[in-house]
């Protein structure tokens, strides 16, 4: 009796040693219990079923302090408890397949674990999931740190979250002034704070340049009068080569005014878009009024009062990507002054014949054997105004458009190589020239309309065949003709 009620020592050998004595009572009562029913259940001794009684409460403590665990050790060194070997197993691999996917390799944890089963306190059997993050951060090759990925690309890692964000803040802070009211990044910009491999940069000055490295992004531009498929390119820093990669379906030689070109176009990796809220003074346009006048030709006009434009006070959100305005949403407008008419007499006099007509038409048919803009001819490398457009020799040439002949013979100076002539003004600075001529139907002074017979091909002065050389000229400056002609 003394035996079963001395207090079991911590751990899990005294425990064991209890629980084998209360075992061993239990049989011996139960054997004296037997005994006394095959003699007729004479009178029990008191004490017996103390005893019993006794065993069976140790018994119960016992089961309820300590169960059967794993204590698993890594290196030599112990981890802990876990109710069994294949918990931990699984926390291991657990492990593993994370490195495998932040690294990109297949990882295995080389430290050595073992296992050893003991019978042990309850509270020290705990889920093996509490070892995972200690086991993770055991791994040299991976580190947890504040990540920063554009649109799902690592850029770089840093200890400090401040120091990233601080990073994109001087990205922005070029674009931001007193009248923006937004401002974020126009790609989608995350920094999390996460396990990534220990080789990622962590440099914030590299980070910084990866951030506002420009790359090539493609923009439109819409053709103008005198624009011609090299100089485009020239402007925009390309090649012809490079420009025509980006239009391959564009004829280089037959651009014309309001035609669409993709060109290409710096831009940040990272780009900033902000919305700034202005408030500025715009002029509102005068209304027009129109008063006939018999005097004038139909088409002609003349401003009798030029009016006065009114005044309002606008309030907009100016959106802008990288400093560049992309739109401008008008959220009110107040007006300061309302704007008077404008007078304009419209002529109702019928046109003559010779008088222009405002646009082109071919001067004569045929193969155009040479384009307007740079050439090589003669062996070298010129700017050719014109356009050349073969044709059999005498087959005659129209005038473009109505206006007054202003030379009309051979042309000499510097000028010679045109070698027979015929100039055309037709008013407004404009004017058309039809060069290597073999004869020459109208003479200085000489009104013609539209598509009247002035000359006829052929190959005087500077050619190697018969051709009419087409040239337009604005104010004096030769501009590509293809963007005129209907």
Not at 22 to 40: F, K, P, T, V, Y
Not at 71 to 88: E, I, K, P, Y
Not at 225 to 251: C, H, K, S, W, Y
Not at 325 to 340: A, C, F, G, M
């Amino acid at each position: 009796m003394e035996e079963i009620l001395h207090a079991p020592q911590r751990g899990a050998r005294s425990e064991g040693t209890a629980r084998g004595a209360a075992a061993d009572l239990l049989r011996r009562l139960r054997c004296g219990i037997e005994n006394q029913a095959a003699n007729g259940w004479k009178m029990v001794n008191p004490g017996s079923f103390l005893a019993v009684a006794a065993a069976v409460g140790i018994l119960s403590v016992l089961t309820s302090v300590y169960a059967t665990g794993c204590v698993v050790s890594v290196d030599g060194v112990r981890l802990g408890a876990v109710a069994s070997q294949a918990d931990f197993e699984k926390v291991v691999e657990r492990v593993e397949d994370r490195a495998t996917r932040i690294l990109g390799h297949d990882y295995t944890l080389d430290q050595e674990i073992t296992y050893d089963t003991a019978l042990l306190e309850r509270d020290e059997i705990g889920p093996a999931s509490r070892f995972e993050t200690v086991l993770f951060d055991q791994i040299g090759e991976v580190m947890k740190s504040y990540v920063l990925k554009v649109d799902g690309q690592v850029i770089g890692a840093v200890e400090d979250e401040a120091e990233v964000t601080a990073l994109l803040d001087t990205i922005k802070a070029p674009y931001i002034n007193d009248a923006t009211t937004s401002v974020e990044f126009t790609s989608n910009v995350v920094v999390s704070h996460e396990y990534t491999s220990s080789d990622v940069n962590q440099d914030v000055a590299a980070m910084e340049e990866i951030l506002t490295a420009n790359t090539n992004g493609e923009t439109v531009y819409e053709v103008q009068a005198g624009d011609t498929f090299m100089q485009i390119a020239i402007d925009n820093g390309m090649t012809m080569r490079e420009l025509e990669a980006l239009n391959p379906d564009v004829d280089v030689d037959r651009i014309y005014i309001g035609q669409l070109l993709t060109v290409k176009e710096e831009i940040p990796f990272l780009s900033v878009r902000t919305v700034d809220r202005l408030t500025y003074e715009q002029a509102i346009e005068c209304p027009v009024e129109q008063v006939e006048d018999s005097s004038m030709y139909q088409g002609d006009s003349k401003v009798l009062d030029p009016g006065v434009e009114g005044q309002s006070l606008v309030t907009a959100d100016v959106i802008y990507v990288n400093g560049k305005e992309q739109e401008r949403d008008v959220v009110e407008t107040t007006v300061l002054s309302e704007p008077t008419a404008k007078v304009i007499a419209v002529g109702t006099k019928e046109r003559p014949s010779w008088m222009p007509k405002g646009y082109f038409i071919w001067p004569v048919y045929g193969n155009i054997t040479s384009y307007f803009g740079y050439r090589s001819i003669f062996g070298s490398y010129s700017y050719h105004g014109g356009l050349d457009i073969a044709a059999p020799y005498g087959t005659g040439i129209a005038a473009a458009d109505g206006g007054t002949v202003v030379f009309a013979g051979t042309a000499s100076g510097s000028n010679w190589s045109y070698g027979k002539l015929v100039i055309v003004d037709h008013g407004n600075g404009k004017q058309s020239y039809y060069g290597h001529c073999s004869s020459i139907l109208v003479s200085a002074g000489d009104h013609v309309y539209q598509g009247q017979t002035i000359a006829r091909v052929g190959s005087t002065g500077r050619s190697t065949g018969n051709h009419c050389h087409f040239e337009v000229r604005i104010n004096g400056t030769r501009v590509n003709p293809l963007s005129y002609l209907n």
